[in-house]
T-cell receptor, first 114, second 111 residues
Framework: AAGVIQSPRHLIKEKRETATLKCYPIPRHDTVYWYQQGPGQDPQFLIS???????DKGSIPDRFSAQQFSDYHSELNMSSLELGDSALYFCASSQGGTSVVTQYFGPGTRLTVL | KNEVEQSPQNLTAQEGEFITINCSYS?????LHWLQQHPGGGIVSLFMLSSGKKKHGRLIATINIQEKHSSLHITASHPRDSAVYIC?????????????FGKGTKLSVKP
């Protein structure tokens, strides 16, 4: 069965650079969530989209932005990267309409900021 | 105090042992999730519960809404069960999908 796809899987950037992470949800899933997991930390919710509209916002820095496109894939744009942005970024997808849904997680993108 | 607390933080078991991981939460929830994270990071959703009990293979998850407590049980544990098990909740009335995560229980099953 198709799973959530994230690209790239690994990314190395310098401080103050920009990065774009992509998430392709499971076919027919209309909801995408982004999470950030720092080294040794539990995941933190960043932002979610339902039917191409932002549905919830968590601890996402102002330097980050995200959107969901017409094909339901999502991109997380990160600017002015800082060392503390080094983390594993997970995307998850689900079929929306309720909060009681199973989220399916992607493999994550490991971002390293040097 | 964290909104989602797990115990134990670390657990070492011998192959074949019955394992229980506990999760307590302090917020109203619409659902509780048990997730598995392997070394290297990938997260797999094991269960989503809003009441009662669910079973999948050797895994059993239960939830007691009144006591705000859930348990994940692994029967006949195997070294391939070694992973971090994370409890996460969807806050009742919160916007869709905003999972609140526990800090995880690191399980190591020895052959």
């Amino acid at each position: 069965a198709a799973g959530v796809i994230q690209s790239p899987r690994h990314l190395i950037k310098e401080k103050r650079e920009t990065a774009t992470l992509k998430c392709y949800p499971i076919p027919r899933h209309d909801t995408v969530y982004w999470y950030q997991q720092g080294p040794g930390q539990d995941p933190q919710f960043l932002i979610s989209f339902y039917e191409k509209m932002q549905s919830d916002k968590g601890s996402i820095p102002d330097r980050f932005s995200a959107q969901q496109f017409s094909d339901y894939h999502s991109e997380l744009n990160m600017s002015s990267l800082e060392l503390g942005d080094s983390a594993l970024y997970f995307c998850a997808s689900s079929q929306g309409g309720t909060s009681v849904v199973t989220q399916y997680f992607g493999p994550g993108t490991r971002l390293t900021v040097l | 105090k964290n909104e989602v607390e797990q115990s134990p933080q670390n657990l070492t078991a011998q192959e074949g042992e019955f394992i229980t991981i506990n999760c307590s939460y302090s917020v109203g929830i619409s659902a509780l999730h048990w997730l598995q994270q392997h070394p290297g990071g990938g997260i797999v959703s094991l269960f989503m519960l809003s009441s009662g009990k669910k079973k999948h293979g050797r895994l059993i998850a239960t939830i007691n809404i009144q006591e705000k407590h859930s348990s994940l049980h692994i029967t006949a544990s195997h070294p391939r069960d070694s992973a971090v098990y994370i409890c996460a909740v969807t806050n009742y009335g919160g916007s869709q999908g905003n999972l609140i995560f526990g800090k995880g229980t690191k399980l190591s099953v020895k052959p």
